[in-house]
């Protein structure tokens, strides 16, 4: 196993922290107090600077317009801007369009690449992914109600989603319904369909409110109701059926950009943690960092984050290496793990600020608010441990076997 960087990808780690660190810090208070689109056309001139650096879609292959990074080395970047919460949205490696990058760089013909592809690569246009519905468990994900049924050269596709992030303002959803209801294995019964939002049917419901917010366009989350809506059957992304194992390849690599932006966050909120300590007197003369249960914070804090941090690249390794399916163990360890420990430090960190750490004078309020999701999305910690144990022991009754016992 070898994480070594070359020295060009240290010194773009560097360049990128200090990038964040002296032009972007300093916009959180605006984004943490005040709607996100006012913050727009900020933003928009700190993305060109970020396309003229050359570090614009950090992500993607460099015939696609990326930095063309392995996975490994967008681990890194990706806790880089983990560390500041429009760190992603900077460098157009955001949930939910990098993965639907991905899957449109792989299975979109090339009209549907014209179409999508290339305005969402050059930050554009956004997108989101329409695949939970209220009605069905999300954890059980091929079972659902959403049908897309022929007419004609169309689909027709009735159903309700939510929890859809980034509907709101996004050009098109990439939607999971129902194909093939007839098919025998359940991995292949749905498709995914390119909607654009634009189409008669398409209807945004609301945006769910979250912990306490509404929030609007790239931070949001939207419910929608597909109304007998009507696009052709071009849209649909690769083979009639393949829209789960379509799913499952984008799977690996989100997880490891969802674990290393946790880790920047851990990061910073460490960093700040450590700070206040330092300097926070508790009685004349005597700091917070000098009373034993902050300390223990700190030292149990360190300690998982590199622990974490190590899980993770030994998993972006092996992807690189072997791909996704044969990492899905550790694809599922790091997920649970990684969002627990993340959850842990914020709350840590917290606490050590005290009444401070309630205020959105600093970005933990808001990441402890917007990250509890992190045990829920992209699969619910029980869903792991159980798929990860349960493979872990029918290895160890086949071994048994093997063995004649
Ligand atoms: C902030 C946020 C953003 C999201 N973004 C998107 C998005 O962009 N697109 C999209 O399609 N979806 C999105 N989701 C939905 C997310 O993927 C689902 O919420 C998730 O898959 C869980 O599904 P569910 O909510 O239906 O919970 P359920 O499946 O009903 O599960 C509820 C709980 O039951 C427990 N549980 C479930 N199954 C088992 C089991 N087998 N064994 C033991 N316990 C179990 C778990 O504790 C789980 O939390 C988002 C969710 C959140 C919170």
């Known amino acids: 196993m070898d994480f070594s960087l070359d020295s060009g990808m240290q010194e773009m780690i560097r360049n990128v922290r200090a990038f964040l660190r002296e032009e972007i810090f300093p916009l959180e208070p605006a984004f943490l107090t005040g709607p996100f689109v006012d913050l727009v056309p900020l933003l928009e001139e700190k993305r060109q600077k970020v396309k003229a650096m050359g570090w614009w879609l950090p992500q993607i292959p460099s015939e696609h317009g990326g930095a063309g990074l392995s996975l490994l080395e967008f681990a890194h970047i990706s806790e880089e801007l983990g560390r500041t919460p429009l760190g992603h949205y900077l460098f157009n490696a955001q949930a939910p369009d990098a993965g639907n990058m991905e899957i449109l760089i792989e299975h979109a013909t090339p009209e549907q690449k014209d179409t999508y592809l290339v305005p969402l690569l050059q930050g554009e246009i956004r997108s989101c992914f329409s695949m939970t ?16 049924v022929k007419d004609g050269e169309d ?8 929890f859809t992030t980034a509907a709101d303002g996004a050009a098109f959803a990439i939607v999971m319904a129902i194909t093939n209801p007839e098919a025998d294995s359940r991995y292949l019964r749905a498709s995914q369909i390119i909607v654009p939002t634009d189409t008669p049917g398409f209807k945004l419901v609301r945006n769910i409110s979250v912990m306490g917010e509404k929030g609007s366009g790239y931070a949001s989350h939207g419910e929608i109701v597909y109304d007998n809506c009507r696009v052709p059957q071009s849209n649909r992304l690769g083979g009639e059926g393949a829209g789960f194992v379509i799913a499952q390849e984008r799977l690996g690599p989100g997880r490891i950009h969802h674990c290393m932006r946790w880790i920047g966050i851990c990061e910073r909120a460490f960093d700040l943690m450590v700070d206040w300590a330092a300097h926070r007197e508790v009685a004349p003369g005597r700091t917070l960092g000098e009373q034993g249960m902050v300390q223990a914070w700190i030292a149990e804090s360190r300690a998982e984050i590199d622990a974490a941090r190590l899980m993770v690249l030994r998993t972006a390794w092996r992807i690189d290496q072997e791909g996704s399916y044969a990492a899905r163990d550790d694809i599922s360890l790091i997920k649970f793990y990684v969002a627990g420990v993340l959850q842990r430090v914020l709350d840590r960190a917290i606490q050590a600020h005290g009444g401070m750490g309630m205020t959105d004078d600093t970005p933990l309020a808001f990441w402890y608010r917007h990250e509890r999701a992190a045990r829920i999305y992209d699969g619910p910690d029980e869903v792991h441990k159980m798929s990860v144990a349960r493979r872990i022991v029918r290895r160890a009754a086949e071994r048994r076997q093997g063995n004649g016992r």
């Open 133 to 148: 519905e209220p009605g069905y468990p999300g954890s059980n994900p091929t079972w659902m109600g959403t049908m897309a």
């Open 155 to 162: 689909y027709v596709i009735d159903g309700q989603k939510w």
